[in-house]
């Protein structure tokens, strides 16, 4: 009988490294502000509750908190350098 952690068709289970559960999601290079040429984050909608991951993540600058009511033709991409919301045509 197998091990737990094989499987039955005699190969060994994938390593940690190769897991896609425990591996790091691979970076992807944001576009950047038409104005000013600074990096562009995704503004994020949704009730943020303080002390959440969503929070933590605004306050390293990598979200920009829109608020908990969806706006209709709010531009999905915020500049924290120049404070400019882009829409996705002029994402660079």
Do not use: Y
Request: net charge negative.
């Amino acid at each position: 009988m197998p091990a737990p952690h094989q499987a039955t068709t005699g190969r060994r289970a994938p390593s940690a490294k190769n897991d896609p559960m425990t591996s790091e999601p691979p970076t992807r290079q944001l576009p950047a502000c038409p104005t000013c040429g600074a990096g562009l984050v995704p503004v994020v909608f949704g009730s943020a509750e303080h002390g959440s991951e969503l929070w933590a993540m605004a306050a390293r600058g990598e979200v920009h908190l829109g608020g908990c009511l969806i706006r209709v033709g709010v531009p999905p991409w915020w500049c924290p350098a120049c404070a400019c919301e882009v829409p996705d045509e002029e994402a660079r």
